[in-house]
């Protein structure tokens, strides 16, 4: 079965930017939409009814919400491509990459809402 992938975006997203540079890294092919986030289409309402927030990545019609998210199951799905999280093999390596992952989630909304 080809895959049918869609992401839900929007312009300069630091939550998309990340969703776009695994499925990069991974060499996935989609449909990219994007996303006016002043007037929220009926799909990005029906694919993330809780949280209402772009990026939501669709694979072959279920919804995938939360960026981080994403790119677990961008990781675990298209595993024959170099993995993004370091080996399981290596735990501290990993506890690493997830401080990462926990800083841009917390920071990020930080500091694009507090510029001046
Ligand atoms: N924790 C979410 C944050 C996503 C997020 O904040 N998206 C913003 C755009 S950068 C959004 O959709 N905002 C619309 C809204 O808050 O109504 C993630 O990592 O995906």
Do not use: G
């Given at each position: 079965m080809s895959d049918e992938v869609v992401l839900l975006d929007t312009w300069g997203s630091m939550f998309g930017?990340?969703?776009?540079?695994?499925l990069a890294e991974k060499?996935?092919?989609y449909e990219y939409m994007l996303e006016d986030l002043?007037?929220?289409?009926p799909l990005l309402l029906q694919m993330n009814p809780i949280h209402q927030k772009i990026p939501?990545?669709?694979?072959n019609a279920k919804p995938i919400c939360e960026s981080?998210?994403?790119?677990?199951?961008?990781?675990?799905v298209w595993n024959h491509k170099p993995p993004i999280m370091?080996?399981?093999?290596?735990?501290?390596?990993r506890a690493q990459a997830r401080f990462w992952v926990d800083f841009i989630?917390?920071?990020?909304?930080?500091?694009m809402y507090n510029f001046s």
């Open positions: 930017m990340r969703v776009k540079i695994a060499d996935v092919k002043r007037n929220k289409s939501v990545l669709i694979h981080a998210i994403i790119l677990q199951y961008i990781d675990e370091p080996s399981r093999s290596d735990p501290y390596e989630d917390k920071r990020v909304p930080y500091l």
